[in-house]
C-alpha cells in the first residue's frame, strides 16, 4: 500500500511505532497527547484518538485513568533481529536503553544441519557459536537467541570466541576487523512450543507458545556475515515499521 493511500492514522501509527522500536520513545514515556497529535501532524482529534487506540490495542501504550498515555514496552515488544542490525549500524549500539545481554555461550561447535548448509560448511565441521539472553530494565528475559559465523572470523574477531558482550554488536565488530558490512536482513518466524532449554532460558513451562525466528545478515556482495535463531515468549508483538 503506498503512502498516499495509508489512512492518516496509521501513518501517525507507523512513526511513532519506529520511535518506539529504536527506543526513541522508551518504556515509561508520555505520548504526545491527543490535542498534540492533531496539531503536530495536522490531523483531526478524531483520529488522533484513534492512533492512541491503536498502540493500545497492539500492547504498545497504556492509559491510566486521570493520566497521560505512556509508552509500554516491557511485556509486548519484541525487537527482531532486523531491529537489531539497524540499531547497530544507525546508533552503534544494538540494544535499547534498559535493555541488556547475558553471552551464555561462546565457543566453536558443529552447527545444526540448516546453518551449516547456509554458511557452506561440511558434515562435522565447526562454526562460531555466540548464545545469548537478552533481559529488560525490569530484568525479565525477553528473548534468548544463537548467532553463528563462519569459522575464519574468529582469527579476525577473536571477541567472538570470548564470553562477553561486544560493545556495538557483532555486525560493527565484524566490520571494524574485515571492512565488511551487514547491510541488510532475512527473517523468517513461525509458532512453536518451547523446548525445555528455551523455557528455561525464558523462564517459561516447557512447552508452552513461543515466537521462533531464523535470520541472516548479508554484506553489500549478498556473502553471508551471520546466521542466527532467537525465540520470545508468547504475547510479544513484532513491529514492523517501512
Same mark, same amino acid.
Given at each position: 500500500m503506498s503512502l498516499e493511500?495509508? !489512512?492518516? @492514522?496509521?501513518?501517525?501509527?507507523?512513526?511513532?511505532?519506529?520511535?518506539?522500536?529504536?527506543?526513541?520513545?522508551?518504556?515509561?514515556?508520555?505520548? !504526545?497527547?491527543?490535542?498534540?497529535?492533531?496539531? /503536530?501532524y495536522g490531523i483531526s482529534t478524531a483520529t488522533a484518538q484513534k492512533v492512541h487506540r491503536t498502540l493500545k490495542a497492539e500492547g504498545l501504550a497504556e492509559a491510566r485513568q486521570g493520566a497521560a498515555t505512556t509508552v509500554s514496552t516491557h511485556r509486548t515488544l519484541h525487537r527482531t533481529a532486523a531491529d537489531r542490525l539497524e540499531a547497530a549500524l544507525t546508533t552503534g549500539r544494538i540494544y535499547a536503553d534498559g535493555e541488556y545481554a547475558v553471552i551464555t555461550g561462546?565457543?566453536?561447535?558443529?552447527?545444526?544441519?540448516?546453518?551449516?548448509?547456509?554458511?557452506?560448511?561440511?558434515?562435522?565441521?565447526?562454526?562460531?557459536?555466540?548464545?545469548?539472553?537478552?533481559?529488560?530494565? /525490569?530484568?525479565?528475559?525477553?528473548?534468548?537467541?544463537?548467532?553463528?559465523?563462519?569459522? /575464519?572470523l574468529a582469527d579476525a574477531v577473536p571477541a567472538l570466541l570470548v564470553r562477553d558482550r561486544i560493545i556495538g554488536g557483532t555486525p560493527s565488530?565484524?566490520?571494524?576487523?574485515t571492512g565488511r558490512r551487514a547491510v541488510a536482513s532475512e527473517e523468517a518466524t513461525?509458532?512453536?512450543?518451547?523446548?525445555?532449554?528455551?523455557?528455561?532460558?525464558?523462564?517459561?513451562?516447557?512447552?508452552?507458545?513461543?515466537?521462533?525466528?531464523?535470520?541472516? @545478515?548479508?554484506?553489500?556482495?549478498?556473502?553471508?556475515?551471520?546466521?542466527?535463531?532467537?525465540?520470545? !515468549?508468547?504475547?510479544?508483538?513484532?513491529?514492523?515499521?517501512?
Open positions: 493511500r495509508t !489512512p492518516p @492514522y496509521l501513518q501517525v501509527v507507523a512513526e511513532l511505532k519506529q520511535k518506539i522500536v529504536s527506543g526513541d520513545l522508551k518504556h515509561g514515556d508520555k505520548l !504526545p497527547s491527543v490535542r498534540d497529535l492533531a496539531t /503536530e561462546a565457543d566453536l561447535s558443529e552447527p545444526p544441519e540448516w546453518v551449516a548448509d547456509l554458511l557452506d560448511i561440511e558434515a562435522g565441521g565447526q562454526a562460531v557459536r555466540r548464545q545469548r539472553i537478552t533481559h529488560n530494565s /525490569e530484568d525479565q528475559p525477553v528473548s534468548a537467541s544463537t548467532s553463528w559465523f563462519a569459522r /575464519e565488530a565484524i566490520e571494524a576487523a513461525t509458532a512453536a512450543a518451547a523446548s525445555e532449554e528455551q523455557a528455561q532460558a525464558l523462564g517459561i513451562t516447557t512447552g508452552a507458545p513461543v515466537s521462533l525466528s531464523r535470520n541472516v @545478515y548479508v554484506d553489500a556482495q549478498g556473502d553471508l556475515i551471520e546466521v542466527g535463531e532467537s525465540v520470545a !515468549p508468547a504475547g510479544r508483538w513484532r513491529v514492523h515499521h517501512s
